[in-house]
């Protein structure tokens, strides 16, 4: 609830993100805690503010160079989770993907193969959503020759796709 205080009494997201930009990577150790031992709120409100300042490539950078941050954030979107709390990892990936070096990073730490599992999970918890921001996922995945040659040599993710 914290989190999410901040972000409604912070009026430009420039602020927020020049707050954790100046701060060093301090305050992204705090949110990595936040998601690795946090309750689901904490996870999703964390996942959101990295979401909100991640507007930049400078910023988005920072924070897929942040070691593990990564790694919590693919724990987030695993079929275990609730909705809501794969929803909000799953749109923090698709602005982080945007940047080719943190696309690269996630297709080596397994995000097609975690993202193909939300996409063919018969699980009826997976929302519309939840489907189209997976499918958001894989595209910009693909837009790597790496993200490229995983997708296509994987037939479970094909399968997943179609």
């Given amino acids: 609830m914290v ?4 972000l409604s009494k912070i009026e430009k997201q420039e602020q927020l993100r020049d707050l954790f930009l100046k701060t060093d990577l301090d305050s992204l150790a705090l949110i990595l805690q936040v998601l ?3 309750s689901t709120e904490l996870k999703i409100a964390s996942a959101r503010v990295l ?3 991640a507007n930049d490539a400078k910023s988005k950078l920072i924070k897929a160079e942040k070691e593990n ?3 919590e954030l693919l724990k987030l979107i695993s079929p275990k989770n609730e909705s809501s709390v794969i929803e909000a990892g799953l749109s923090y990936l698709i602005r982080i ?3 080719k070096r943190a696309r690269l990073k996630l297709v080596q730490l397994g995000a097609i193969k975690s993202v193909a599992k939300l996409i063919s ?3 009826p918890s997976s929302t519309m959503s939840i489907i189209e921001k997976s499918l958001k996922v894989m595209e910009t995945m693909s837009l790597s020759k790496e993200g490229w040659s995983q997708i296509c040599n994987d037939v479970a993710c094909v399968a997943a796709i179609v």
């Fill in 121 to 123: 999970d018969p699980n």
């Fill in 36 to 38: 690795q031992q946090g």
């Fill in 51 to 53: 979401e909100t300042i």
């Fill in 69 to 71: 941050l990564l790694e």
């Fill in 3 to 6: 989190l999410e205080t901040v």
């Fill in 97 to 99: 993907s945007m940047l």
